[in-house]
């Protein structure tokens, strides 16, 4: 039996509070992140540094279509969803607000997984058969940029006619007639391109995650059968980067593709996940890029000594000035 799906005025605005909390908390450690990014990493680190900016332009970005552009509340696992946001307003269709919305994600796990590959192409060594030259890693680069936009860019161009939403919308047994009174409203018919769509998004998702256990596996073993060679301090120091990058990378999995990957379910699968689960993944998804920059500033050796070294230097100022006698702490304020 489909049960109906209803959301209430009060609790879509407790779904927008948190929503904003979550983003202006968001854009505070945006800020904090490319500061240290810009200011504080070692030049040794170019290369990571470009990749973390660019992850960190693409979470602004997503962070500002979300909450301020498009505002979206997916009626999950229905097929359906509306939007409030200033896209809406200005008349752009849902489907393609969420294409958008999905390409930008799609950039943010491409530039994950070149970060971890210019990671593994630095650990093995230069005769190994799978450290690419300079060409065929530019090809790579490309091809995974193009395979990753390739989905959502073909979702937001094969947009679908409001009649034909608004038909599916009066036919739905969940009674979803009340989110066009909401703003600008989707009911996306399931049709064999976008069973497809589906399909090639848990590829890609399943493979990225493949090749980046790869990556790391393969490090690791390079690290372990060279830990006899070299230097101890080099190797301790190269292992605990790859053991930072793979915590770092743990964050986009646990936030984003398992999220994703039990809503997709849902939608392919009516029944098995319910509406208010959906909501709940949505939020957890969202909690992404605090917990992504929190990683960052805690993980990066150089960003903790500067941030340690902050915190000590107010607490000494603290002490210094709770020391003084009142009169001379009171021409100091």
């Not at 390079?222 to 053991?243: D, E, F, P």
């Amino acid at each position: 039996m489909t049960l109906p799906i209803f959301l209430t005025l009060d609790a879509q605005q407790y779904f927008f509070t948190i929503l904003r909390i979550i983003f202006i908390c968001s854009i505070l450690l945006h800020i904090a992140s490319v500061v240290f990014l810009t200011k504080y990493t070692p030049s040794n680190q170019a290369a990571w540094r470009n990749y973390m900016l660019f992850i960190q332009s693409c979470l602004v970005v997503l962070d500002i279509h979300l909450e301020i552009l498009m505002s979206p509340v997916p009626i999950f696992p229905a097929p359906a969803g509306y939007a409030t946001g200033l896209l809406c307003k200005l008349g752009v269709p849902v489907q393609v607000e969420a294409g958008l919305g999905m390409l930008i994600i799609a950039n943010i796990g491409t530039s994950t997984i070149l970060c971890v590959f210019h990671k593994h192409q630095t650990v093995i060594v230069s005769s190994s058969r799978f450290r690419l030259s300079e060409r065929a890693n530019r090809i790579a680069h490309i091809g995974l940029i193009i395979t990753y936009s390739f989905p959502p860019a073909c979702y937001s161009s094969v947009v679908q006619s409001q009649k034909i939403t608004d038909e599916l919308l009066e036919l739905d047994p969940r009674n979803l007639t009340w989110i066009s009174q909401r703003g600008c409203y989707f009911y996306q018919k399931k049709e064999p391109f976008h069973y497809a769509f589906v399909i090639g998004m848990f590829m890609i998702m399943i493979t990225a995650t493949f090749f980046l256990s790869f990556m790391f596996f393969h490090m690791n073993h390079i690290i372990r059968i060279n830990s006899g060679k070299g230097s101890i301090r080099n190797l301790t120091n190269i292992r605990k980067s790859v053991a930072r990058l793979f915590i770092q990378l743990m964050t986009p999995i646990l936030l984003l593709v398992i999220p994703a990957m039990i809503i997709f379910t849902g939608l392919a699968a009516d029944g098995l996940v319910s509406f208010e689960q959906c909501l709940t993944l949505l939020i957890v998804m969202m909690l992404h890029p605090i917990v992504h920059n929190l990683l960052l500033l805690s993980l990066t050796p150089t960003f903790r000594r500067k941030i340690l070294s902050v915190q000590m230097w107010l607490y000494i100022k603290s002490v210094k000035l709770e020391q003084w006698p009142p009169s001379r702490r009171f021409l100091q304020r």
